[in-house]
């Protein structure tokens, strides 16, 4: 696990830091980020004496500026999380791209990729479609995959520990 270079105010030492989690959010609008946002709270909450977080966002159309993609794409190579959040399940053709493109070149062998879904009372159309091409792009960068519906976030909770563990005590 990484350590922020950066010493945090009242620290004896190094040592005393804790590991850094890396956390991407790509939404599709405003009400996608908000929820997005409110499972990493929970989950920043659930963990604050173990970790830091390091929490970076883009929304889907920022991705077909290539700039922004490449520097999202830089950013989902080492995240530890990559929360993908949507209002439907329509896949825009920016994040379409990007995710071809990008998560092909992730450097981080750990992780989780999780779908954070509007909460729905049917299951909507495609969305077993969707599962299914994050699932299998999930098991080829050896991440594991969730899909979450609003408001409930216990899959990633417990998912977190094992997927965050210290590189060496996976050995």
């Known amino acids: 696990m990484r350590a922020s270079p950066i010493r945090r105010k009242g620290a004896a030492s190094f040592e005393d830091l804790k590991?850094?989690?890396q956390v991407l959010i790509l939404h599709e609008d405003f009400s996608a980020y908000s929820r997005a946002v409110e499972v990493c709270r929970r989950v920043m909450?659930?963990?604050?004496?173990?970790?830091?977080?390091?929490?970076k966002c883009w929304n889907?159309?920022?991705l077909a500026d290539p700039n922004c993609a490449r520097h999202a794409a830089k950013t989902a190579g080492g995240a530890d999380i990559i929360l993908l959040s949507m209002s439907t399940t329509r896949v825009p053709m920016e994040l379409d791209r990007w995710?071809?493109?990008?998560?092909?070149?992730?450097f981080r062998t750990e992780g989780v990729l999780t779908l954070v879904l509007s909460a729905y009372d049917n299951p909507p159309p495609d969305?077993?479609?969707l599962s299914l091409r994050l699932?299998?792009?999930?098991g080829r960068l050896h991440l594991d995959f969730i899909l979450l519906r609003a408001g409930d976030d216990s899959a990633i909770i417990n998912v977190l520990p094992a997927a965050l563990a210290p590189q060496e005590s996976r050995e």
Do not use: G, T, V, Y
């Not at 995710?99 to 992730?106: C, E, G, H, K, V």
């Open 135 to 138: 699932e299998q792009l999930a």
């Open 99 to 106: 995710l071809d493109f990008s998560l092909a070149s992730r």
């Open 60 to 62: 889907f159309i920022e």
């Open 127 to 129: 969305l077993e479609k």
């Open 19 to 21: 590991p850094a989690c």
């Open 45 to 55: 909450e659930r963990f604050a004496n173990e970790l830091d977080f390091d929490i």
